[in-house]
């Protein structure tokens, strides 16, 4: 069975500082995807990740996938209150198959 | 263009009860699939519909849920018997195609408490 293991779970932080999500497997993903969720709503998509190495900017928002597909990073610079939100990392083991997902770190940024 | 929509977005019912959520995806979406999120996790498939047919319902408890998409467009999510474990969300998503990097699109949720 894969696996995506996210860390940390939780992370408080204040506004304007940095931080950096991970999600890791022990298995190759041909695709990888990044989610947030705020309470009450569903998932809504922030990036896909398809080749060894890739870097995506989304304005403060890095995400890098690990030159093997088993990892990925999520890094925010200067956060903001309004980046509060569950961050979920999907992988796709298979094209054409459904997604698994990591159990997500939830992030509060207080002002 | 609508988003996936899903009723009722809360439901509170006793255990042993029976209860159904629906869902009807984005226009024109071939697949739809059904989520259950526990609080504190991310979404665990139940089941993946490609039109009116089942592609993946493995990790489906068949003993007591069961699922439909009989046009091919809405669907509906039952659990009969419901138990206390089965508190979660349900969420709905559905994508284009089955392409491994399509996106998929997800409704609000449905919000179930089993008493």
């Known amino acids: 069975t894969q696996l995506l293991e996210q860390s940390p779970q939780f992370l408080s932080i204040q506004e304007g500082e940095n931080l950096t999500v991970y999600c890791n497997s022990s298995?190759?993903?041909?695709?990888l995807q990044w989610y947030r969720q705020e309470p009450g709503e569903g998932p809504v998509l922030l990036v896909t990740?398809?080749?060894?190495?890739e870097v995506k900017k989304l304005k403060r928002l890095t995400f890098q996938f690990g030159d093997a597909r088993k990892d990925s990073s999520l890094h925010i610079t200067a956060a903001q209150p309004g980046d509060t939100g569950l961050y979920l990392c999907?992988?796709?083991?298979?094209?054409?198959?459904?997604?698994?997902f990591g159990k997500g770190t939830t992030l509060s940024v207080s002002s | 263009e609508a988003g996936v929509a899903q009723s009722p977005r809360y439901k509170i019912i006793e255990k042993r009860q029976s209860v159904a959520f629906w869902c009807n995806p984005i226009?024109?979406?071939?697949?739809l699939y059904w989520y259950q999120q526990i609080l504190g996790q991310g979404p665990k498939l139940l089941i993946q519909?490609?039109?009116?047919?089942?592609?993946?319902d493995s990790q489906l408890p068949k003993d007591r849920f069961s699922a439909e998409r009989l046009k091919g467009v809405d669907s509906t999510l039952k659990i009969q018997p419901a138990k206390l474990e089965d508190s979660a969300v349900y969420l709905c998503?559905?994508?284009?195609?089955?392409?491994?990097?399509?996106?998929?699109?997800f409704g609000p949720g449905t919000r179930l408490t089993v008493l």
């Open positions: 998503a559905s994508s284009l195609t089955r392409g491994g990097t399509d996106t998929q699109y």
């Open positions: 298995s190759v993903f041909s695709s």
């Open positions: 990740v398809v080749t060894g190495g």
């Open positions: 999907a992988g796709g083991p298979q094209a054409g198959t459904a997604l698994i």
């Open positions: 226009s024109g979406h071939a697949t």
């Open positions: 519909f490609q039109n009116n047919g089942v592609v993946d």
